[in-house]
Nanobody, 124 residues
Framework: QLQLVESGGGLVQPGGSLRLSCAAS????????IGWFRQAPGKEREGISC????????NYADSVKGRFTISRDNAKNTVYLQMNSLKPEDTATYYC?????????????????WGQGTQVTVSS
């Protein structure tokens, strides 16, 4: 069964850090671009970061640029999202998704595999 599983979410104070993981099972991420999306209550799902198949190209939404870093370890079949300087407005459910394509895009509808999401809450 093809599956993506996110982990690493939790409650953190403003200014804190978290590292999210996206682990694949049942398939290899080697040929997939990976995107991270988030959705806050009452808001649309937004793409915040993505990494190309080879890991040589990354994109970030303006809202997280300079604070979040995406990386991948194909040997572990896992993609990471390091989130620093977290703000209350980063509170959301975070999802990873896989796209069978070399380059990454923020268009959620083209991603074929999705994880179940992990909750990130930034609050004092």
């Amino acid at each position: 069964q093809l599956q993506l599983v996110e982990s690493g979410g939790g409650l953190v104070q403003p200014g804190g850090s978290l590292r999210l993981s996206c682990a694949a099972s049942g398939f290899s991420l080697d040929y997939y671009a990976i995107g991270w999306f988030r959705q806050a209550p009452g808001k649309e799902r937004e793409g915040i970061s993505c990494i190309s198949e080879g890991g040589d190209s990354t994109n970030y939404a303006d809202s997280v640029k300079g604070r979040f870093t995406i990386s991948r370890d194909n040997a572990k079949n896992t993609v990471y999202l390091q989130m620093n300087s977290l703000k209350p407005e980063d509170t959301a459910t975070y999802y990873c998704a896989a796209l069978l394509f070399k380059l990454c895009l923020f268009k959620a509808s083209i991603y074929s595999h999705w994880g179940q999401g992990t909750q990130v809450t930034v609050s004092s």
